[in-house]
């Protein structure tokens, strides 16, 4: 007996789509998850691809770049953290060849 009203009748279309971009910007927002490590070493290997003549002081930065701009929380991601999983990526590769 409840009817659906649409509302796309009585708000404008770019108003209408605004809201609805707001609405899905906070709702990622609010889901920002932690990586995992496989995630970081992911954002590594994409790191080292691009770290071509930086300090390596420098490298963690990058990374926790590439996982911000990925959407995840790098709070608690530490300099320790993504060192091992650079020591990871180069112990897979050697054993590889």
């Known amino acids: 007996m409840?009817?659906?009203i649409d509302?796309?009748?009585y708000i404008p279309e770019d108003l209408l789509q605004e809201i609805m971009e707001y609405e899905?910007?906070?709702k990622r927002r609010g889901k920002?998850?932690?990586p995992s490590s496989r995630?970081?070493?992911e954002a590594v290997k994409e790191a080292a691809l691009m770290a071509r003549g930086i300090h390596?002081?420098?490298?963690?930065?990058?990374v926790l770049k590439i996982l911000q701009e990925q959407g995840f929380d790098t709070g608690y991601v530490t300099?320790?953290?993504i060192w091992v999983c650079l020591f990871i990526c180069f112990y897979?590769?050697?054993h590889r060849l």
Do not use: A
């Not at 002081?57 to 990058?62: G, M, R, S």
């Open 2 to 4: 409840i009817e659906e």
């Open 7 to 9: 509302y796309s009748e």
């Open 24 to 26: 899905e910007e906070n």
């Open 32 to 34: 920002r998850i932690f």
């Open 39 to 41: 995630d970081i070493v």
């Open 56 to 62: 390596p002081d420098e490298f963690p930065d990058l």
């Open 79 to 81: 300099v320790k953290r």
């Open 92 to 94: 897979v590769f050697i």
